[in-house]
């Protein structure tokens, strides 16, 4: 009842070339029954992947939730909609520790991409001296409430969540499957208790951290596990795919 998704977060890798190669690989070899793909790739490659026309969604790894104006070095959430990108990246550890965005920056982020029709895929996740002292289920869920916490129903219903433990993420250590599924159905019971039954139910939240093709299986065994966010291991078209077939 809820989409499976596997979703590749290529950070700052690649060149225009293997951009190119790497998409042309995953979109040819998919088979949209298993689950449904999106790939982030860098900014500068997102109109040229769009322009491949293919199964696979592009969507971006950030924006800025202005309309437009002095910004320099920044994409407008417009200039996003414009291009034909339909998903984005939002509160990524990376974009919160490298780049200061506080929760209040990506409540505005979470907004203005809603407001273009972009899907939001909302990242949350603690980072390991939260972990160590219990607090990951607080942290985590007051991410949640002072990012998405505003949102409608509808507006939510058009959301994808993202569960990234910092302390995973390009270590080669993944949460243990009673880690995740404990995370992951906390955060359901949170959107449950603030959304309702339904969205709670329906919502897809996706697992990132150190996940390949090796434990992906065991990762979304987990009852409310819905797929992954892959980061190093989507730069490889065969490792992507064997995740995407891992359901
Ligand atoms: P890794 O899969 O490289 O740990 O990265 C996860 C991630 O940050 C995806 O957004």
């Known amino acids: 009842m809820r989409k499976k998704i596997v979703a590749g977060n290529w950070k700052m890798n690649l060149l225009p070339e293997e951009a190119l190669e790497l998409y042309r690989k995953i979109d040819s070899d998919y ?3 298993a689950c449904e793909l999106l790939v982030f790739p860098p900014a500068v490659y997102v109109m040229e992947l769009i322009g491949q026309h293919g199964k696979v969604p592009v969507g971006v790894q950030n ?5 437009s104006g002095a910004f320099t070095g920044e994409i407008s959430v417009s200039q996003v909609s414009s291009c ?3 998903y984005a990246l939002v509160g990524h ?11 209040d920056f990506l409540k505005k982020k979470i907004n203005a991409a809603l407001a273009h029709d972009i899907v939001p895929l909302v990242c949350c ?8 002292v219990e607090g990951h289920v607080a942290f985590v869920t007051n991410q949640l409430a002072e990012t998405i916490g505003h949102l409608t129903v509808s507006e939510l219903e058009r959301c994808i969540i993202a569960y990234e433990p910092v302390w995973a993420i390009g270590t080669g250590r993944t949460a243990s499957i009673d880690q995740a599924q404990e995370m992951h159905a906390s955060i359901r ?3 449950k208790n603030h959304f309702g ?3 709670g139910a329906v919502t897809p939240i996706l697992y990132g951290g150190s996940c390949n093709a090796s434990n992906a299986s065991e990762l979304f065994a987990c009852p409310d596990v819905d797929g992954g966010l892959i980061g190093g291991a989507s730069l490889d078209a065969a490792s992507f795919l ?5 359901f």
């Open 93 to 103: 550890s990376e974009r919160r520790m490298i780049f200061n965005e506080s929760n």
């Open 63 to 67: 924006f800025h939730p202005e309309e």
């Open 242 to 246: 064997k995740i995407a077939r891992s």
């Open 84 to 86: 034909g990108a339909k």
């Open 125 to 132: 996740g603690e980072p390991m001296e939260i972990r160590d």
């Open 31 to 33: 088979f949209a029954d």
């Open 197 to 199: 039954e339904h969205v």
């Open 189 to 191: 019971q949170w959107l």
